[in-house]
């Protein structure tokens, strides 16, 4: 697996775009969105993210459902097309540096 700061196709544009992992996905979120990284993801420098930190006010009853949702939703992406190698897929409360460029960005 590429290092996490690398994507292909460097230098064709920057893509940056995330989903919430608040359930199941379904049509809307192919159509919506998905569809087009698949298609995206062969022409810029692609970075996809599961938002965990902001599905966490989703059902905060149960929080345990959350890595299940996104586990599943990756699972979806794959199975959409996107290609690791390709583009980066990376979980948010993973990059240790997210709450900084959160603040910076105010």
């Given amino acids: 697996m590429r290092p996490m700061n690398s994507a292909p196709n460097a230098g064709a544009g920057r893509v940056l775009s995330?989903?919430?992992?608040?359930g199941a996905l379904h049509l809307g979120?192919?159509?919506?969105?998905l569809?087009?990284?698949?298609?995206?993801?062969?022409?810029?420098e692609c970075y996809?993210?599961?938002?965990?930190?902001?599905?966490?006010?989703?059902?905060?009853?149960?929080?345990?459902?959350?890595?299940?949702?996104?586990h599943?939703?990756?699972?979806?992406?794959?199975?959409a097309g996107l290609d690791p190698d390709k583009c980066a897929?990376?979980?948010q409360s993973q990059v240790p540096g997210m709450p900084s460029c959160?603040?910076?960005?105010?």
């Fill in 48 to 70: 996809f993210f599961v938002a965990d930190w902001h599905a966490l006010t989703t059902d905060y009853e149960n929080p345990s459902l959350l890595q299940k949702h996104v």
């Fill in 18 to 22: 995330g989903m919430r992992p608040t």
């Fill in 35 to 44: 569809r087009n990284w698949v298609d995206l993801q062969h022409h810029h």
């Fill in 72 to 79: 599943e939703m990756v699972v979806d992406w794959l199975a």
């Fill in 89 to 91: 897929i990376f979980i």
């Fill in 102 to 106: 959160i603040c910076c960005c105010r």
């Fill in 29 to 33: 979120n192919y159509h919506g969105a």
